[in-house]
């Protein structure tokens, strides 16, 4: 019952920074456990980033201290800063939603880093 949209993704240099965001429709947003994803060709989706209700958050030795996740639960959003971008990050990345067993998808949005 949740929709969710990502949006920023695009092509950056390496060292470069990108912000990601995505928007939720629906009631009850302020509940969900929101994460990032990625998934590059090949391999594995893995996660990124995740932040709760009371806004803990948790990163992947790949990705911490260079990535944040935030929420602004007034605006239904979740966002991702990229910082210190690598080759290594370039994949889809998908907005997820989460509670009590029930996961919510958004469509992807592609980050490529290169020079």
């Known amino acids: 019952q949740v929709q969710l949209v990502e949006s920023g993704g695009g092509l950056v240099q390496p060292g470069g920074s990108l912000r990601l965001s995505c928007a939720a429709s629906?009631?009850?947003?302020?509940?969900?456990?929101m994460g990032w994803y990625r998934q590059a060709p090949g391999k594995q989706r893995e996660l990124v980033a995740r932040?709760?209700?009371?806004?803990?958050?948790n990163y992947p030795d790949s990705v911490k201290g260079r990535f944040t996740i935030s929420r602004d639960n007034a605006k239904n959003t979740v966002y991702l800063q990229m910082n210190s971008l690598k080759p290594e990050d370039t994949a889809v990345y998908y907005c997820?939603?989460?509670?009590?067993?029930?996961?919510?998808w958004g469509q992807g949005t592609q980050v490529t880093v290169s020079s």
């Open positions: 997820n939603a989460h509670w009590v067993g029930n996961d919510y």
């Open positions: 629906g009631s009850r947003f302020s509940i969900y456990t």
């Open positions: 932040i709760t209700r009371s806004g803990s958050t």
